[in-house]
């Protein structure tokens, strides 16, 4: 993460149209409980110590408590830590922001595990921070050779499994590195900006991989991921995990930033997830995240998220439009099919604005020769208020996911067909049902719904819910749409009042998706999509959703 500036969106490409709804009340968890099959819902905890060390408190329903409990008991099921390699300076001053030594990350993973939770490690290789634009090699590395490095990566990564074996606390995940686009351990393992070649990323990734695997014990899996920033960025990540595969580096997992004001919007993580587990066959992972519940600003020293992220989020700035934000990412990731989406983890919830927990310390700007303003740049996306007080946004942690009420709603039942499973399909003209057939690729799996003829038509497609509780419901899509047509629009129905309809926003290559609520009071529900087209007007619809959100 890169946390003094603002990183520049690669490209807004796909909008997710967001209505904020409060959700129908789900069971909480009543601790976390990790396992390699839970769907992670973590949070990145590594400036708790500095930030407790300084006075900070913390808060649920008004009453002090440790806050790796409070994050646990509303259903926290990993910590993610990041781990520096010597963050402080030749006389022993602190670097700060966490420094984020082994014995600072060994006892943070002991509480977090005490709690139930798993552990994510977090290697970056470096003194302090490190992220696409610094991989600086740690001090007591520099001046080796690229083998004498490579040695040096594999026995610095093997004695920290082995110290935190000794503590009781080995890893559950360990990532190799923090937001590599760029390579690691500048300059051996640089890549990109005119650098093509992957051999030396791949042999230093390797290397660390390997110290890794050969401190592991009989029975023993740690899994390994590799983390990208720009979780948005499709052809990054094609071009970054097609070179690392080609030199057979070993991984697990596809670990990805992913911060709605920086890199892209929601339909482009989307795409990007459900390309990356199918194209390398890999489970794929939100290891930072985050979105502000207020404009505020705790300690009066610039944030990081202000209008501007704010506009290009989607999302209002408030407690709800950042549970709704969490709640559509989490969805976003549960829906990758084979259920190759691991989950999503919160960075920084802890940073309160306590005066001195900022990013970095005088040392550390010193000597690593950052000129920055010292400050908390994240004070406004944490998952507690300024007074310490768990924000509502927590109670997602330990949700159920509400249940699509939607049969066949990916369009994945029959593979190329007129007749998709479940959906009745209906023309004005019975000979122009002809316009209605599944194609891909998709955005979500491998099929989509396609509308389109070479001649005018007039549509649609279908379903019909009885039975339904008494209740809000809402009703999604994903669409592309040529635009053109006299009308193009989802709907629904026969729910106790007037026909609701949302118009498709005109949008040929980037997936946008729409949503409607309804009170139904009937007991019944039809949904659909709709058009009435002019010759050659083509849709795109996929990943339909109806899920009851509250009473």
């Known amino acids: 993460m890169t946390i003094k500036?603002?990183?520049?969106?690669?490209?807004?490409?796909?909008?997710?149209?967001?209505?904020?709804?409060?959700?129908?009340t789900v069971p909480q968890a009543a601790q976390a409980a990790y396992s390699k099959t839970s769907f992670i819902m973590g949070g990145d905890l590594g400036m708790l110590h500095e930030i407790e060390t300084r006075g900070g408190?913390?808060?649920?329903?008004?009453?002090?408590?440790?806050?790796?409990?409070?994050?646990?008991?509303?259903?926290?099921?990993?910590?993610?830590?990041r781990l520096w390699v010597d963050p402080y300076t030749a006389s022993g001053q602190a670097y700060g922001g966490g420094t984020n030594d082994l014995a600072t990350t060994i006892a943070m993973?002991?509480?977090?595990?005490?709690?139930?939770?798993g552990i994510l490690l977090d290697f970056h290789l470096s003194d302090w921070w490190a992220d696409p634009g610094t991989q600086t090699i740690p001090k007591a590395w520099r001046g080796l050779t690229y083998a004498q490095?490579?040695?040096?990566?594999?026995?610095?990564?093997?004695?920290?499994?082995?110290?935190?074996?000794?503590?009781?606390?080995?890893?559950?995940?360990?990532?190799?590195?923090?937001?590599?686009?760029?390579?690691?351990?500048?300059?051996?393992?640089?890549?990109?900006?005119?650098?093509?070649?992957?051999?030396?990323?791949?042999?230093?990734?390797?290397?660390?991989?390997?110290?890794?695997?050969d401190a592991q014990l009989t029975g023993e899996k740690i899994e390994i991921a590799l983390h990208l920033d720009q979780g948005g960025d499709n052809a990054l990540y094609r071009w970054w995990f097609d070179g690392v595969t080609a030199k057979n580096v070993p991984f697990d997992i596809i670990?990805?930033?992913?911060?709605?004001?920086?890199?892209?919007?929601?339909?482009?993580?989307?795409?990007?997830?459900?390309?990356?587990?199918?194209?390398?066959?890999?489970?794929?992972?939100?290891?930072?995240t985050a979105y502000g519940w207020t404009l505020g600003d705790g300690d009066g020293l610039i944030n990081s998220f202000y209008t501007t992220e704010e506009a290009a989020g989607g999302y209002p700035a408030t407690v709800a439009g950042q549970t709704a934000f969490l709640r559509d990412l989490r969805d976003i990731v549960k829906a990758v099919p084979n259920n190759r989406g691991r989950g999503l983890i919160w960075w920084e919830p802890t940073w309160l604005p306590v005066p001195g927990a900022n990013w970095g310390s005088e040392a550390g700007k010193t000597d690593n020769g950052d000129t920055g303003i010292?400050?908390?740049?994240?004070?406004?996306?944490?998952?507690?208020?300024?007074?310490?007080?768990?924000?509502?946004?927590?109670?997602?942690?330990?949700?159920?996911?509400?249940?699509?009420?939607?049969?066949?709603?990916?369009?994945?039942?029959?593979?190329?067909?007129?007749?998709?499973?479940?959906?009745?399909?209906?023309?004005?003209?019975?000979?122009?049902?002809?316009?209605?057939?599944?194609?891909?690729?998709?955005?979500?799996?491998?099929?989509?719904?396609?509308?389109?003829?070479?001649?005018?038509?007039?549509a649609s497609v279908y379903q019909t819910k009885?039975?339904?509780?008494?209740?809000?419901?809402?009703?999604?899509?994903?669409?592309?749409?040529?635009?053109?047509?006299?009308?193009?629009?989802l709907y629904a129905k026969r729910y106790g009042g007037t026909e609701k309809q949302a118009a498709f926003p005109v949008s040929a290559t980037d997936w946008k998706r729409v949503s409607i609520d309804v009170q139904v009071t009937s007991g019944i529900l039809e949904f659909g999509v709709y058009t009435n087209a002019k010759a050659g007007n083509w849709l795109n619809i996929d990943d339909v959703r109806l899920v009851r959100t509250g009473p």
């Open 109 to 117: 993973a002991q509480r977090a595990k005490a709690e139930g939770m």
């Open 57 to 81: 408190v913390f808060k649920k329903d008004g009453v002090a408590d440790d806050p790796v409990e409070i994050l646990a008991d509303s259903g926290m099921n990993l910590a993610r830590l």
């Open 149 to 213: 490095l490579k040695t040096a990566v594999h026995d610095y990564t093997n004695d920290v499994i082995d110290q935190m074996r000794a503590a009781g606390v080995v890893p559950n995940i360990v990532q190799m590195g923090n937001e590599i686009s760029s390579g690691v351990l500048w300059d051996f393992g640089r890549i990109g900006n005119g650098v093509s070649d992957f051999t030396q990323l791949a042999g230093l990734l390797t290397a660390g991989i390997t110290g890794v695997k």
């Open 374 to 458: 010292l400050s908390n740049p994240w004070d406004n996306q944490t998952l507690f208020d300024w007074n310490g007080e768990a924000l509502d946004t927590l109670d997602v942690f330990g949700e159920t996911a509400p249940t699509n009420l939607v049969k066949n709603g990916g369009f994945e039942s029959n593979g190329y067909t007129s007749t998709p499973s479940n959906w009745g399909v209906w023309a004005q003209v019975a000979a122009d049902k002809d316009a209605v057939s599944t194609q891909s690729p998709a955005v979500v799996g491998t099929y989509k719904l396609n509308f389109w003829k070479a001649t005018a038509y007039t």
């Open 466 to 489: 009885t039975s339904l509780p008494s209740g809000t419901y809402r009703l999604s899509a994903w669409v592309l749409n040529s635009g053109g047509q006299n009308s193009a629009y």
């Open 5 to 24: 500036r603002p990183l520049l969106t690669l490209g807004a490409l796909i909008t997710g149209l967001v209505i904020a709804t409060s959700p129908l």
């Open 255 to 288: 670990a990805l930033s992913y911060y709605p004001f920086w890199h892209g919007t929601m339909g482009q993580l989307a795409y990007n997830l459900n390309d990356l587990s199918a194209r390398y066959g890999k489970d794929v992972l939100i290891v930072e």
